[in-house]
């Protein structure tokens, strides 16, 4: 597999899905609002996902919270979106995290800056 990118057809059709809403509406925005728009770009581009997947936090067999997941697109592919203008390390933990939950290999950090959309891909190496 090596020198092969993981789902890269899908990878690309999201990522150009966050660009088109990014060069629609522009930066500045809260999240829901790109969030929302990429919903609206899924549709149109006739791209299966969930949104808002809940993930439960379990200790010793008990829930103890739950995280939600923006969305995962083909039941493959985790896309977590932010509004930032630089990445840190806890977002790319958040989605390994959320990764290894859900017993998924790739995960697309998506972050929309002041000035573009950027994006880290996130490959859970530790999967069943």
Known sequence: MEGK???????????GCAY???????????????????RLEFDKQKIQYKEQVPINLNYDNQSIGK???????????????????RLFPSHKKQVLNYLQSLNLKLGLLIYFTNTNVEYARVVNFYMA
């Open 5 to 15: 990118i993981l789902y890269q057809e899908l990878s690309y059709q999201i990522i």
């Open 20 to 38: 088109n809403v990014y060069n629609q509406i522009g930066s500045g925005y809260v999240e829901k609002y790109y969030e929302r728009a990429l």
């Open 67 to 85: 995280y939600i997941v923006d969305f995962i697109v083909g039941d493959k592919i985790l896309v977590e979106l932010k509004r930032a203008n």
